[in-house]
């Protein structure tokens, strides 16, 4: 299976998850068609609602390989998987994230390198923002926002700092359903790493603090539209 046919699969089945799960999903702006998208992270989730509206390729921790379903999906999605403690694979990954940016499917990184509860974007490590730059291939900021429908707090959706995942992804599976919110930027073209990362980082908080008062979306996918 070639590693555009296997994006391809996880985007369907993630489609399936999002309506087995009654996610409404909000989108803002324009998923691009290829090059790296950065966004803040909040949860496993996001993995499940950016690939449900794009096929793309995630760069992930090593640890999710080991997570139930969520592991082999990740594997069999084409997911490339860094070592954090480790430059020999941070080195590997960023050479394959080179490879990856000359296919028509876009990486998506999380260069906060960790989730959190969406109090703050963390800053945004540039190192495997590189490729792109040497490559000259086009970034695009993207943001996640999350709404319980029950009127809580955003961070019951998040999964960060020490939470256990078994209870928390039982938590998310007694809910109601939730909307997710994905804004995406313009696509933009950098000559410097670490500019990348503070103009696509300044980018991502705008989006997040203009989720918080948007009341009519420029666009709505139900689950039932995700799926067709």
């Given amino acids: 299976?070639?590693?555009?046919?296997?994006?391809?699969?996880?985007?369907?089945?993630?489609?399936?998850?999002?309506?087995?799960?009654?996610v409404q999903v909000r989108l803002k702006g324009q998923p691009p068609p290829g090059g790296l998208v950065v966004s803040n992270h909040l949860s496993y989730l996001?993995?499940?609602?950016?690939?449900a509206v794009m096929p793309c390729f995630f760069v992930s921790k090593a640890e999710v390989r080991r997570w139930p379903y969520f592991g082999r999906a990740a594997e069999a999605g084409g997911t490339l998987f860094l070592n954090r403690e480790r430059l020999a694979s941070a080195n590997r990954v960023a050479e394959l994230i080179a490879e990856r940016l000359k296919l028509p499917v876009p990486v998506l990184l999380?260069?906060?390198?960790?989730?959190?509860?969406?109090?703050?974007?963390?800053?945004?490590h540039s190192r495997l923002i590189a490729p792109a730059i040497d490559a000259g291939a086009p970034i695009t900021a993207a943001a996640v926002r999350y709404f319980p429908k029950d009127g809580s707090e955003e961070r019951e959706l998040c999964w960060y700092g020490d939470a256990a995942?078994?209870?928390?992804?039982?938590?998310?599976?007694?809910?109601?359903?939730?909307?997710?919110?994905?804004?995406?930027?313009?696509?933009?073209?950098?000559?410097?790493?670490?500019?990348?990362?503070?103009?696509?980082h300044a980018a991502v908080e705008k989006m997040r603090e203009e989720g918080e008062q948007v009341s009519n979306p420029a666009s709505r996918l139900t689950s039932s539209e995700l799926s067709d």
């Fill in 110 to 124: 999380f260069p906060e390198g960790t989730s959190t509860d969406g109090r703050e974007v963390k800053r945004f």
């Fill in 46 to 51: 996001d993995i499940l609602i950016f690939s």
């Fill in 1 to 22: 299976m070639t590693l555009e046919r296997r994006a391809q699969w996880l985007h369907e089945s993630a489609q399936t998850g999002v309506k087995a799960l009654g």
């Fill in 165 to 200: 995942f078994m209870p928390h992804l039982w938590k998310v599976l007694g809910m109601t359903g939730f909307t997710a919110e994905l804004s995406f930027g313009e696509p933009k073209v950098y000559a410097d790493r670490r500019v990348a990362a503070s103009e696509t």
